[in-house]
C-alpha cells in the first residue's frame, strides 16, 4: 500500500504532464471538496498562538535569531 507521501508525488508528478481536460476534472473535484463541510481550516486556537507568539516577539520576551545565526546553529549541531 502506498504511503501519502507517495501518493503526493505521484500526483504532482502526473498533474506536471496532465493535459487542460484532466487539470479542469482535479480543479473541480478541489472545488467541490472546498464546498464541504469537512473542507479543513486552521482553526483559531491556532490564529491564537501565532498571536500570542507574535506579541511575545514585539515585546521581547522570547528570543529571536538572525538567518546566519540559525545556519551556524545548525552547522555546530551537526558537529
Do not use: C, F, Q
Not at 9 to 31: C, P, Q, S, T, V
Request: glycine letters at 2%; zero cysteines; aromatic letters at 8%.
Amino acid at each position: 500500500m502506498e504511503s501519502t507521501l507517495e501518493i503526493r508525488k505521484r500526483i504532482h508528478e502526473y498533474i506536471d504532464i496532465a493535459d487542460e481536460r484532466i487539470l479542469r476534472i482535479i480543479n473541480g473535484i478541489i472545488d467541490v471538496e472546498e464546498r464541504e463541510d469537512n473542507y479543513p481550516t486552521i482553526p483559531d486556537w491556532h490564529y491564537d498562538k501565532i498571536n500570542e507568539r507574535r506579541e511575545r516577539y514585539l515585546t521581547g520576551a522570547s528570543k529571536s535569531y538572525t538567518w546566519e545565526e540559525v545556519k551556524e546553529k545548525a552547522k555546530s549541531a551537526l558537529k
